[in-house]
């Protein structure tokens, strides 16, 4: 019935030929905005020059935005014209790029207009299932805008990321990079079993806190001026299986070192990376005789890590604000 009302429309000359066969292309919950649209004088989506270059479904999606919406989108594409030609290679075979870009689209121009960016928060949608609303409603409470969409990495390959290096642990994990992620995700599956949130809503928690986040060697640092002695991020190697233990604090020569812990959770869990670090911290006191001691600032070892750490000959500290 309301493709019948436009059809007369068209006859009148208050509908365009073009406007009227992009409103066959709606389905009927859709028609009744678009045809106020047109009929109001606004250019809809496929009337416009860049536009109008998208594919079928890539553009049924443009066609639910409001006005202001897709002539921002127009605007990004018929200014950067390197983007443009990237952005429809991309969007006329992943939709999904579209949806990507309304989520971000009162974020900077350089984040909204970089490909990758789009591409990778489609993935990510894609991968988790993550209702846009909610990333919407994140992204823009954020204050670290690309930091955000930087985090937007699905569960297979953090859990890839975290296979690479949780044999051969760095000597701190910055806040909000994807190792520091990965290693949140495997402490928080220790912690809470089946009981914790799943791997979608932990991310987007987690990635609504990044405007929190300390630098990782900012305690470290101040410890290791209350010390008095030794050298800071110390690599120690020489083990039977190539490792290497990178040390927080350490001196070589009077064979002591140090292992500094904050964790923003309270407790530090006896993931595969810290187990890792105990195990070479064990060899260092059993077999080197070592001084090793664990510092835990604001926070402190589950029981199964703690039992870890004395068996191994290591002392524990804890220190506070």
């Not at 789009?118 to 990333?135: A, P, V």
């Not at 986040?213 to 030794?230: K, M, Q, V």
Request: aromatic fraction near 10%; glycine fraction near 6%.
């Amino acid at each position: 019935m309301l493709l019948q009302l436009a059809e007369k429309h068209v006859e009148s000359g208050a509908i365009s030929r073009e406007a009227f066969a992009e409103l066959q292309s709606l389905e009927e919950r859709e028609l009744a905005a678009a045809l106020k649209a047109a009929l109001s004088g606004r250019r809809l989506p496929g009337e416009l020059p860049f536009l109008s270059q998208l594919h079928e479904e890539a553009l049924n999606t443009v066609s639910r935005w409001d006005e202001a919406v897709y002539l921002k989108l127009e605007d990004d594409l018929a200014s950067n014209p390197a983007f443009a030609e990237k952005f429809f290679d991309l969007a006329n075979t992943d939709p999904g790029v579209v949806e990507a870009w309304s989520i971000v689209k009162d974020g900077p121009e350089l984040l909204r207009r970089n490909p990758e960016n789009l591409e990778k928060l489609s993935k990510f949608t894609k991968e988790t299932g993550m209702e846009e609303s909610k990333l919407i409603s994140s992204f823009s409470n954020t204050k670290n805008p690309q930091k955000w969409v930087d985090m937007k990495i699905p569960e297979a390959d953090l859990d890839n990321i975290y296979s690479g290096f949780k044999n051969d642990p760095p000597f701190d994990l910055d806040p909000w990079t994807p190792q520091h992620k990965t290693e949140r995700w495997a402490q928080y599956k220790l912690e809470k079993g089946s009981d914790g949130l799943d791997y979608k809503s932990w991310s987007n928690v987690y990635d609504g806190n990044i405007d929190k986040a300390i630098s990782a060697t900012r305690g470290a640092d101040d410890y290791f001026s209350s010390l008095g002695w030794g050298k800071r991020e110390v690599t120690i190697g020489d083990f039977a299986d190539g490792s290497k233990r990178r040390l927080d604090i350490a001196d070589e020569a009077r064979s002591k070192g140090v292992e500094f812990k904050e964790y923003s959770g309270g407790k530090v869990y006896a993931s595969e990376m810290i187990r890792k670090e105990v195990e070479l911290d064990g060899i260092l006191v059993n077999d080197r005789f070592w001084e090793m001691e664990w510092v835990f600032k604001n926070c402190e070892p589950s029981e199964p890590l703690r039992k870890l750490l004395d068996d191994a000959g290591i002392s524990v500290k804890f220190v506070t604000e």
